[in-house]
């Protein structure tokens, strides 16, 4: 089993900055991608970022210069720095840990509760 804690989120207007956090416990080992997912009110789960341990990244394409995915390893914590942030950035979003380097949410074994993130315009 692995756990999944997020940090970070909160209320900024749009063009802002935010870092969200998620520490792993548990078998952390079995699980070396770690993803972000987010979702808005009334939509599906969608992919943000992701990130392999040894350093590989994916992103969503609307994200890609805005947004940046790291880890420590040593910490077992990944980030998600959120720059130049837009109104339809807001959503509830979630660390996901995995297997497989991927934008889909199904092959993420484990998941967090989830953090808030919400942009004014």
């Known amino acids: 089993q692995v756990q999944l804690v997020e940090s970070g989120g909160g209320l900024v207007q749009a063009g802002g900055s935010l870092r969200l956090s998620c520490a792993a416990s548990?078998?952390?080992?079995?699980?070396?991608?770690m993803g972000w997912f987010r979702q808005a009110p009334g939509k599906e789960r969608d992919f943000v970022a992701a990130?392999?341990?040894?350093?590989?990244?994916q992103y969503k394409d609307s994200v890609k210069g805005r947004f940046t995915i790291s880890r420590d390893n040593a910490k077992n914590t990944v980030y998600l720095q959120m720059n130049s942030l837009r109104p339809e950035d807001t959503a509830v979003y979630y660390c996901?840990?995995?297997?497989?380097?991927?934008?889909?949410?199904?092959?993420?074994?484990?998941w967090g509760q989830g953090t808030q993130v919400t942009v004014s315009s």
């Open positions: 990130i392999f341990w040894r350093g590989g990244t």
């Open positions: 996901a840990a995995g297997r497989i380097l991927t934008s889909f949410p199904a092959p993420y074994d484990y």
């Open positions: 548990g078998r952390t080992f079995s699980s070396p991608v």
